[in-house]
């Protein structure tokens, strides 16, 4: 009996010696504890950041409804800017923006596609080793170098070319179509380089020719990713400011033609901010067009994720 | 410790000019950058027999495969003869996709295209110029038939490849490849990643299309060379050693690289 409590004793000494080892903290766990402490806050201030930036410009831009009492269908839909005097009708920023934004997309995507395939299939070597380069390179170039590029070279060749001032959307869909056409490239070559090389064997196994492979087989297995590709190009050249305001001519009017001066939402925001007074109905205007730019590019950011989903589901079967 | 075989004693039977062949290599090498990969390959294969090409991992059987129907052409360098009727189709000015159409492959991984089962069959074709609906049809229920993968899947020729499961999806390949009308079909291990039934089932399509087909097969098991094949090719680092029909090679190997790979006492 004694014996036996003696051992008991002894086994909960070493116990309870056993559980202070294992839960007393050391260099290791402090560490783990520190780390996850810095994460957290950096994520903490990043949702701060980004969420106190909704907030502010979407009150900010409901002002212009809320407290200036306009009505959102004719700010959507009526075609005269003056802010100063009351009316702000904002279709033409937002017409420009979309005939800039499409304008350089469509024109950009096949020079990108037919760029990616030749870095990919054609001369995959010579892709990587000199294409690849040039293509980060003019990822990297400021905008304000494409705008002065813009304004001394292409609205003087316009002009020159169909008359009028050379500012306008035409000039603009032109700098955009080089500014975004690096940026839907390196995706494109990205998503052309995903697809599975068994899918090639397999179709020049057939005896179907190069062409037919790259067309039938390669392209169609990428199409989501040059979809997202193209969709990121559009939201740059969405969202792109500085060189579209530039050559455009910024003239907030109804676009009649591709060649008069016209103007987008970012260039009428760029140009207007400096001339208003906060809390007036001029300044409340901008930043609801500033709403529809955060919207928009929601919506292009919602898009890029709803293709990823679809093309997934399709390789998945 | 892996033993050392004489390159120079091999047994590669010949056949006589009686013995239709459809395909013959001479001197094939093959060269990867620097890396001599295949030396000195001299095969004939008899018409409407099926020829099992077996060996290690590494050994050149794939490589050698690939390059009956050129598609080592971007990857690797082939020198030597490879006949077929009569022409040396190892030459570059060879139409190549003119060969592949009569010189059909099937792959490792079952590789369906991300298409239905019907659009499978019909993109080569279509590649080819057949472009007649009722054509079409047929040529889709003929070479499904001749893959036995019809009545499975007759009914519901619009679902996608890639719900098929993977013995459906290689005789899906099988029968893509069929649907071209080639004379010769190379495998390169089409059952390695199949489980025994679909192996099974893929095994009795072969036997049934060497009434009409050359059939050449690269393989890693040895019972199904044994089960399947007429002729049988060992490889190994690169070298043909023996080339005998099947019945000899597995009861009788003629030299001892041959004699310890089959009987597992190999390296």
């Given at each position: 009996m004694e014996q036996t409590n003696f051992q008991l004793k002894k086994q909960d000494t070493q116990s309870q010696e056993w559980s202070k080892r294992l839960h007393h903290a050391t260099r290791a766990t402090r560490e783990d504890w520190i780390g996850r402490g810095i994460s957290y806050l950096c994520i903490g201030v990043i949702i701060l950041v980004v969420a106190s930036m909704l907030w502010f410009i979407t009150s900010k831009g409901i002002a212009t409804f809320t407290q200036n009492h306009v009505s959102l269908w004719k700010f959507l839909s009526g075609t005269d800017w003056s802010p100063s005097q009351g009316?702000?009708?904002a279709l033409p920023m937002i017409v420009g923006s979309f005939a800039v934004t499409f304008a350089a997309a469509i024109v950009a995507t096949p020079f990108a596609v037919g760029t990616a395939i030749f870095m990919t299939e054609i001369s995959p070597n010579k892709g990587r080793k000199f294409l690849q380069p040039v293509i980060e390179l003019l990822v990297g170039i400021p905008s304000v170098v494409y705008g002065f590029i813009g304004l001394a070279v292409v609205v003087p060749f316009m002009r020159h070319l169909v008359g009028g001032s050379g500012f306008g959307i035409i000039s603009a869909t032109f700098v955009l179509f080089v500014m975004v056409l690096p940026t839907i490239t390196s995706m494109t070559v990205d998503s052309l380089r995903a697809v599975p090389r068994y899918y090639k064997e397999a179709s020049l196994a057939l005896g179907a020719t190069r062409w037919q492979t790259v067309s039938k087989v390669i392209l169609r297995s990428a199409t989501p990713g040059i979809l997202t590709a193209v969709i990121f190009g559009m939201a740059r050249a969405f969202g792109e400011a500085l060189a579209v305001q530039m050559v455009i001519g910024n003239a907030a009017v109804m676009p009649k033609d591709l060649i008069s001066a016209a103007s987008t939402l970012t260039s009428q925001l760029t140009t207007g901010i400096g001339d208003t007074i906060d809390g007036t109905l001029p300044n409340n205007a901008l930043w609801s067009l500033a709403l529809i730019l955060l919207l928009m590019s929601l919506f292009f950011n919602a898009l890029v994720r709803v293709i990823a989903k679809r093309g997934q589901l399709k390789h998945e079967r | 410790m892996l033993k050392q075989y004489s390159f120079d004693k091999t047994a590669v039977q010949t056949f006589d000019a009686q013995t239709s062949l459809a395909l013959k290599t001479e001197d094939l090498q093959v060269f990867y950058g620097t890396n001599h990969a295949m030396h000195d390959a001299n095969l004939a294969f008899p018409k409407n027999q099926i020829t099992a090409l077996i060996g290690?991992?590494?050994?050149g059987k794939s490589t050698y495969l690939r390059s009956l129907n050129r598609m080592n052409d971007t990857i690797a360098t082939v020198t030597g003869k490879i006949w077929y009727h009569g022409v040396d189709i190892n030459e570059p000015n060879v139409n190549i996709y003119e060969i592949r159409r009569h010189i059909g492959m099937v792959f490792?991984?079952?590789?369906?295209?991300?298409?239905s089962i019907r659009e499978n069959i019909t993109y080569a074709l279509r590649a080819n110029g057949v472009k007649n609906k009722t054509e079409l049809t047929e040529r889709i229920e003929k070479s499904l038939r001749g893959a036995a993968l019809w009545d499975e899947v007759k009914d519901s020729l619009?679902?996608?490849?890639?719900?098929?499961s993977g013995g459906q999806q290689q005789r899906l390949c099988i029968a893509r490849s069929i649907a071209m009308a080639p004379d010769v079909l190379l495998l390169d291990e089409p059952c390695s990643a199949l489980d025994p039934i679909s192996t099974v089932k893929v095994e009795e399509t072969l036997l049934e299309l060497q009434k009409q087909y050359t059939i050449i097969i690269v393989t890693h098991n040895m019972q199904q060379a044994a089960r399947i094949s007429s002729q049988c090719a060992f490889f190994h680092l690169g070298h043909v050693m023996e080339y005998t029909p099947t019945g000899t090679m597995f009861?009788?190997?003629?030299i001892p690289v041959t004699q310890d790979y089959i009987s597992g006492s190999f390296g």
């Amino acid at each position: 009996m004694e014996q036996t409590n003696f051992q008991l004793k002894k086994q909960d000494t070493q116990s309870q010696e056993w559980s202070k080892r294992l839960h007393h903290a050391t260099r290791a766990t402090r560490e783990d504890w520190i780390g996850r402490g810095i994460s957290y806050l950096c994520i903490g201030v990043i949702i701060l950041v980004v969420a106190s930036m909704l907030w502010f410009i979407t009150s900010k831009g409901i002002a212009t409804f809320t407290q200036n009492h306009v009505s959102l269908w004719k700010f959507l839909s009526g075609t005269d800017w003056s802010p100063s005097q009351g009316k702000i009708g904002a279709l033409p920023m937002i017409v420009g923006s979309f005939a800039v934004t499409f304008a350089a997309a469509i024109v950009a995507t096949p020079f990108a596609v037919g760029t990616a395939i030749f870095m990919t299939e054609i001369s995959p070597n010579k892709g990587r080793k000199f294409l690849q380069p040039v293509i980060e390179l003019l990822v990297g170039i400021p905008s304000v170098v494409y705008g002065f590029i813009g304004l001394a070279v292409v609205v003087p060749f316009m002009r020159h070319l169909v008359g009028g001032s050379g500012f306008g959307i035409i000039s603009a869909t032109f700098v955009l179509f080089v500014m975004v056409l690096p940026t839907i490239t390196s995706m494109t070559v990205d998503s052309l380089r995903a697809v599975p090389r068994y899918y090639k064997e397999a179709s020049l196994a057939l005896g179907a020719t190069r062409w037919q492979t790259v067309s039938k087989v390669i392209l169609r297995s990428a199409t989501p990713g040059i979809l997202t590709a193209v969709i990121f190009g559009m939201a740059r050249a969405f969202g792109e400011a500085l060189a579209v305001q530039m050559v455009i001519g910024n003239a907030a009017v109804m676009p009649k033609d591709l060649i008069s001066a016209a103007s987008t939402l970012t260039s009428q925001l760029t140009t207007g901010i400096g001339d208003t007074i906060d809390g007036t109905l001029p300044n409340n205007a901008l930043w609801s067009l500033a709403l529809i730019l955060l919207l928009m590019s929601l919506f292009f950011n919602a898009l890029v994720r709803v293709i990823a989903k679809r093309g997934q589901l399709k390789h998945e079967r | 410790m892996l033993k050392q075989y004489s390159f120079d004693k091999t047994a590669v039977q010949t056949f006589d000019a009686q013995t239709s062949l459809a395909l013959k290599t001479e001197d094939l090498q093959v060269f990867y950058g620097t890396n001599h990969a295949m030396h000195d390959a001299n095969l004939a294969f008899p018409k409407n027999q099926i020829t099992a090409l077996i060996g290690a991992s590494g050994s050149g059987k794939s490589t050698y495969l690939r390059s009956l129907n050129r598609m080592n052409d971007t990857i690797a360098t082939v020198t030597g003869k490879i006949w077929y009727h009569g022409v040396d189709i190892n030459e570059p000015n060879v139409n190549i996709y003119e060969i592949r159409r009569h010189i059909g492959m099937v792959f490792q991984r079952p590789n369906p295209f991300a298409k239905s089962i019907r659009e499978n069959i019909t993109y080569a074709l279509r590649a080819n110029g057949v472009k007649n609906k009722t054509e079409l049809t047929e040529r889709i229920e003929k070479s499904l038939r001749g893959a036995a993968l019809w009545d499975e899947v007759k009914d519901s020729l619009d679902k996608s490849a890639l719900s098929l499961s993977g013995g459906q999806q290689q005789r899906l390949c099988i029968a893509r490849s069929i649907a071209m009308a080639p004379d010769v079909l190379l495998l390169d291990e089409p059952c390695s990643a199949l489980d025994p039934i679909s192996t099974v089932k893929v095994e009795e399509t072969l036997l049934e299309l060497q009434k009409q087909y050359t059939i050449i097969i690269v393989t890693h098991n040895m019972q199904q060379a044994a089960r399947i094949s007429s002729q049988c090719a060992f490889f190994h680092l690169g070298h043909v050693m023996e080339y005998t029909p099947t019945g000899t090679m597995f009861s009788n190997p003629q030299i001892p690289v041959t004699q310890d790979y089959i009987s597992g006492s190999f390296g």
